[in-house]
């Protein structure tokens, strides 16, 4: 019999094992551990860790359900320490004569808290917002203006938006409104010119570079790019300030060549192409130019590879810090040019780890039925099947497949022209089931590509269901093909037994989860364990906090997930939020997710509306259903509820 103490050693590989088999020893390595308990916890500074299974039962029990948006403020905070102490260091070691600061786009989440931590870091470097819309930029100005960084205006601006911009410097916030075309140039002066304005915005403007990024959003640079000014529609903008005596007003260069750059080597020469601007345009242009805003676009490394392909980048914050600074610094060593203030912009690096989407895992679908026996008079290619099915082995399994194929597909086209019996075609179709899986595990025993069968096998994996929605929680999975990783909260000391697809509940064929991101090979389908009734088995998708939130749709009426942020009990509760109490001090701020009444009113259908139309169909009439229950349903959550037993 083995001691305790080797148990808890070969319990201790099996957990790490499993963190392996994940990669969360890769793409998790700073943030994601496991706890004795086999639970997985997440690592956020300057909290104790969080047991994200415990987290998620908890709220179980107060009945707040999954799906739901777990939140670390501090992680953010720890984001954005880490890159602003990047940039301090490689200011320090190119002896660069100017400040560097951050300013995070609001459209990477708009969510309260997210932008409450960003703006609100009392002790940390300070962060400025960028308002791509009028209603981003209401929310920037809303907020006590901050005299060290700056407010930016981007995207596309009619007269009511330039308008907007010059109120919020009226209210003491150092706005920059970066044009973007020529026309806005000319409605920019134009506001200039309709009032005595007390105090007035800066200028920038946005360059259209030749270099472009690299992954999936390298189209966002490049000429052919939707954004920015062409250098003679540059020249074109100054002149236009110098004619209206607004010259001065011309402060910041901006480029964004798009968004997960994979490769530090174009960071390094679009950097460079737009220092080369920045110093030519100061020169004879525009004096007061101090600001260079090299956009968004550090890479997030989702799946742990450190590679240069689209889930991951081949360089870290800091080196991506250093080669700005150094590649601005070397341009105005040559120059002489005015040192100018480095913004980034980067959105992505800063938000995508403090947010984890959970999702209970509900049923394994696509099981096999018991096969049906030899039936008398059964047609020839059912017995053709049962042969393949028999005689099918690692030598022969290709051409094995391939005639079971042609069997299926014969039973079927004999039942179409009305000369099978119907008990032949699900025979047919059961048979078929059976080889390919028995096709399947000798390809998975051989380890081989299973040449043009392979996308015949897949249809053979199974399918678990998770109790979310692609469209509402992982908008860029289904819309792009982003690669999220995945890993189960708990049972990491267990071998997983099934190798599944996760599908979510719409009603779509495209809810699903087609890859996972892995160090090795993304993955498309994930190691899971079989859930044991009555025992809550939760996924959870890391680093969902950038964009998934701001860009999710409510398809299928399923709506905005529950949120919850994790805080220490010492800090205020979040305005309009319900606070529970966690463990070891640390509270959970919920903000309740969207009910079906919320949902059907966001299409027109308000709730009075309803009500008052199910009060009519009852009168009168005998049914079952109350209207006081159905006022219930309109207060319930569309997600499935817990169910209990199968
Ligand atoms: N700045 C601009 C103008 C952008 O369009 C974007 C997003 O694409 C960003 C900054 C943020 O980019 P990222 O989140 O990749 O850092």
Redesign the pocket.
């Known amino acids: 019999m083995k001691s305790h103490g080797e148990q808890s050693t070969s319990y201790l590989d099996a957990m790490h094992g499993s963190l392996k088999r994940y990669g969360v020893d890769r793409w998790g390595e700073e943030f994601v551990g496991v706890n004795e308990a086999g639970h997985i916890v997440f690592r956020a500074p300057e909290l104790p860790p969080v047991d994200l299974h415990a987290l998620a039962q908890t709220l179980e029990a107060q009945g707040v359900r999954a799906p739901h948006v777990v939140r670390f403020p501090t992680m953010i905070e720890g984001r954005i320490r880490r890159l602003s102490e990047a940039f301090a260091a490689a200011v320090a070691e190119n002896e660069y004569p100017a400040p560097c600061c951050g300013v995070l ?1 609001i ?2 989440n708009q969510r309260r808290a997210v932008i409450d931590t960003v703006d609100g870091l009392s002790d940390g470097p300070a962060f400025g917002l ?1 308002a ?1 819309s009028k209603p981003e930029l209401l929310l920037a100005m809303s907020r006590p203006p901050r005299a060290e960084v700056p407010l930016l205006v ?1 995207g596309f601006k009619d007269r009511e938006f330039i308008r907007m911009a010059y109120h919020a410097a009226e209210l003491g916030h150092r706005v920059v409104v970066v044009l973007e075309s020529l026309r806005e140039v000319t409605r920019f002066i134009a506001v200039a010119r309709e009032q005595a304005w007390k105090q007035q915005p800066d200028v920038g403007v ?1 360059a259209k570079l030749y270099s472009r990024g690299s992954g999936r ?1 390298q189209a ?1 640079g490049g000429e052919a790019a939707k ?1 920015g000014l062409t250098t003679l529609e540059l020249l074109a903008v100054a002149r236009a300030l110098r004619d209206a005596g607004l010259a001065d007003r011309l402060a910041l260069l ?1 480029f ?1 060549i ?4 994979t490769r530090i080597k174009h960071i390094k020469t679009a950097v460079r192409e737009a220092a080369r601007l920045y110093s030519g345009l100061q020169a004879d242009y525009a004096p007061n130019l101090r600001s260079l805003d090299v ?5 997030v490394d989702y799946d742990g590879s450190r590679a240069s392909h689209a889930s991951s980048a081949n360089y870290t914050v800091e080196e991506y810090a250093n080669q700005v600074v150094f590649e601005v610094m070397e341009v105005v060593r040559e120059t002489g040019a005015v040192a100018p203030r480095i913004i980034t ?7 995508a780890h403090h947010a984890v989407t959970v999702a209970d895992l509900r049923e394994v679908q696509g099981g096999l039925l018991p096969a049906q026996e030899p039936r008398e008079g059964e047609h020839r290619v059912i017995a053709q099947l049962r042969e393949t099915l028999e005689f099918i082995s690692a030598s022969n399994y290709e051409e094995y497949f391939h005639d079971a194929l042609d069997c299926r597909d014969e039973a079927l086209q004999l039942f179409s022209s009305g000369n099978l019996h119907l008990e032949d075609r699900a025979a047919a179709e059961g048979l078929f089931a059976r080889v390919r899986l028995a096709t399947k595990a000798i390809v998975d025993g051989l380890g081989r590509p299973a040449g043009d069968i392979v996308d015949h096998l897949a249809v053979a994996n199974c399918k678990y269901l998770a109790n979310f929605s692609v469209f509402q929680s992982l908008p860029d999975a289904w819309g792009i093909d982003q690669v999220f990783p995945a890993v189960p909260l708990s049972r990491h000391g267990e071998r997983p037994t099934v190798h599944s697809e996760v599908i979510d509940i719409t009603c779509d064929s495209d809810g699903c989860v087609p890859r996972f991101a892995h160090p090795k090979e993304n993955l498309s389908v994930l190691p899971l364990h079989e859930r044991r009734d009555a025992e809550p088995y939760y996924l959870a998708f890391f680093m969902t906090g ?2 998934q939130e701001s860009l999710s749709n409510d398809h299928n009426l399923f709506g905005r997930t529950h949120e919850v942020v994790v805080r220490r009990e010492t800090e205020p509760q979040a305005e309009g939020t319900r606070r529970l109490h966690f463990v070891d001090g640390l509270a959970l701020d919920v903000r309740d997710g969207d009910t079906n009444g919320v949902l059907l009113a966001k299409v027109d259908f308000d709730r009075k509306s309803i009500e008052g139309s199910l009060r009519e169909r009852h009168a009168g009439q005998e049914t079952t259903l109350g209207v006081a229950w159905s006022v219930d349903l309109l207060d319930a959550y569309p997600y499935l509820s817990r169910t209990q037993g199968p």
């Open positions: 786009p459209k990477v960028e791509g981007n946005r959003w966002s954004f901006h964004h798009g968004s997960q750059i956009g968004g676009g550090l890479g912009e980067s959105g992505r690096a800063l938000l950038a964009y």
